[in-house]
C-alpha cells in the first residue's frame, strides 16, 4: 500500500513557475513509476507527465511538452513537477499516481494503468 501527499498548489500569474511534491509512503518507492495528472473544471482528468523508477525517462503530455520537467528523489520518496512560463489553461487539479512498475522506459502513461491516488492540489494561473 502506498500513500501519496501533493503539496505544493496555489494562486500563480501567467508566466510564474510553481513546484509540486508529492510524497510516497512506504519503503519500496523506487520501484514504483510515477506519474501527475489534471482535472480542469467540467473537463475529464488528462495525463501530464511519467518517470520511470530510477528517474532517468520521463515523458511528457505534448500541452506541457518544455515547460514541465518532472523528477524524483527516491532517497526522500518524492517526487516533483517543476512548472515554469504557467498559462491559464494550466488551471486544474494536479494528482499525483503511482505503480509498481521497474521498467527503463517512462511507459505509464494513461490513468488505468497506476494504482495508487494523492487527494489532488489546486493550481490556478491568473492572467
Known amino acids: 500500500q502506498v500513500q501519496l501527499v501533493e503539496s505544493g498548489g496555489g494562486l500563480v500569474q501567467a508566466g510564474d513557475s510553481l513546484r509540486l511534491s508529492c510524497a510516497a509512503s512506504?519503503?519500496?518507492?523506487?520501484?514504483?513509476?510515477m506519474g501527475w495528472f489534471r482535472q480542469a473544471p467540467g473537463k475529464e482528468r488528462e495525463f501530464v507527465a511519467t518517470?520511470?523508477?530510477?528517474?532517468?525517462?520521463?515523458y511528457y503530455a505534448d500541452s506541457v511538452k518544455g515547460r514541465f520537467t518532472i523528477s524524483r528523489d527516491n532517497a526522500k520518496n518524492t517526487v516533483y513537477l517543476q512548472m515554469n512560463s504557467l498559462k491559464l489553461e494550466d488551471t486544474a487539479v494536479y494528482y499525483c499516481?503511482?505503480?509498481?512498475?521497474?521498467?527503463?522506459?517512462?511507459?505509464?502513461?494513461?490513468?488505468?494503468?497506476?494504482?495508487?491516488w494523492g487527494q489532488g492540489t489546486q493550481v490556478t494561473v491568473a492572467s
Open positions: 518517470i520511470n523508477w530510477s528517474g532517468h525517462s520521463s
Open positions: 512506504g519503503r519500496t518507492f523506487s520501484t514504483y513509476a
Open positions: 499516481a503511482a505503480v509498481k512498475r521497474v521498467s527503463w522506459v517512462a511507459s505509464a502513461r494513461t490513468e488505468d494503468e497506476y494504482d495508487y
